[in-house]
């Protein structure tokens, strides 16, 4: 799992949420399939009169170093934006293995409300260790893994709008990608101690190497 503070900054997303707005949004059920379908209340924004928003958000992701590290992305599967208002919220459930084709490893939620202008609406994901509660600020965009069970609480006050999707992986095992983030991490660790030398270089070498085993 991995929280990106800041993805989008204050200005960014005062633009990005007005033209969401002025888009119009259906309801959002009817895009739900197997144990998601009866637990889902919430709005949608209207994918055809949105594409270009989702598109420049998907280029936003793909192009993102940070997302890049993290999520090794080959394409985005889908992406919708939600909006839930005061009453709704989208009960525990786990996102389909498949979307338009496409396999889907990673989640992702992009925050787009600020978090003190709605109650309730906390992104609550299950874990063996117990519950993972998420409220991040606005411009936050949280990656996890697809397969875990997860739900929207429901919304007390306010309105929470938020744009998510789901992210084919060029590495489909999460502890292959871990093992490529921890060798990245070892690098650039390496090259600002040490300068650039055969270790480095080493260093290198082995993540390219394990990329070519394991990219699909």
């Not at 989702?54 to 793909?62: D, P, R, T, V, W």
């Not at 990656?143 to 998510?164: D, F, N, P, Q």
């Not at 084919?168 to 990608?177: A, C, F, G, L």
């Not at 070892?186 to 990219?215: F, P």
Request: proline share 2%.
């Amino acid at each position: 799992m991995q929280l990106i503070e800041d993805f989008y900054d204050e200005a960014a997303c005062a633009e990005l949420r007005k033209r969401i707005l002025a888009t119009p949004f259906v309801g959002g059920a009817a895009t739900a399939t197997g144990m998601a379908a009866s637990a889902k209340n919430n709005l949608q924004m209207d994918h055809t009169k949105g594409h270009a928003i989702l598109n420049e958000i998907a280029h936003q992701l793909m192009s993102d170093e940070r997302v890049d590290f993290y999520a090794i992305p080959k394409r985005i599967a889908a992406m919708q934006v939600n909006r839930y208002d005061e009453g709704m919220h989208y009960g525990n459930h786990s996102d389909a293995p498949i979307m338009n084709g496409f396999r889907c490893d990673l989640s992702f939620t992009l925050f787009l409300e600020d978090h003190t202008n709605y109650d309730g609406g906390e992104l609550v994901l299950e874990q063996e260790n117990g519950l993972l509660k998420l409220k991040p600020k606005i411009g936050s965009v949280f990656i996890y893994s697809t397969g875990l069970i997860h739900r929207v609480e429901k919304i007390t006050r306010g309105s929470r709008l938020a744009c998510v999707g789901w992210i084919e992986s060029r590495v489909r095992d999460e502890m292959k990608r871990k093992i490529l983030r921890d060798l990245n991490f070892a690098h650039r660790s390496y090259l600002q101690r040490h300068g650039r030398d055969d270790i480095g270089d080493l260093l290198v070498k082995n993540s390219g190497d394990l990329m070519r085993m394991w990219c699909e």
